[in-house]
Nanobody, 123 residues
């Protein structure tokens, strides 16, 4: 069982930055591929970014590419999402997900999910 706890959300003006963190409880964190997803009010959950267990492989949604960066610190059991040049359309609840399979995370089929952290971008 892996528990995931997101933090770092908040209110920011358009053009600003935030860094989200997702702390995992598992001692085997380094074995899991990790991802970030988001869900805006009235919309379906959508993929944001994924990172492989070793950090060497990443992939981003087109909507956030070149603005967001996913990274991880296995020694701290934590994955991060650095968000720059934020736009009002980035407003959503952001969730992290974990799975032993990269594709499962990418496809939104991750086994473990956090409770989410709210990001609000004002115009």
């Amino acid at each position: 069982q892996v528990q995931l706890v997101e933090s770092g959300g908040g209110l920011v003006q358009a053009g600003g930055s935030l860094r989200l963190s997702c702390a995992a409880s598992s001692r085997t964190f380094r074995e899991y591929d990790m991802g970030w997803f988001r869900q805006a009010p009235g919309k379906e959950r959508e993929f944001v970014a994924v990172i492989s267990w070793g950090g060497g492989r990443t992939y981003y949604a087109d909507s956030v590419k070149d603005r967001f960066t996913i990274s991880r610190a296995n020694a701290k059991n934590t994955v991060y999402l650095q968000m720059n040049s934020l736009k009002p359309e980035d407003t959503a609840v952001y969730y992290c997900a974990a799975d032993s399979g990269y594709t499962a995370v990418l496809d939104g089929r991750g086994t473990y999910w956090g409770q989410g952290t709210q990001v609000t971008v004002s115009s």
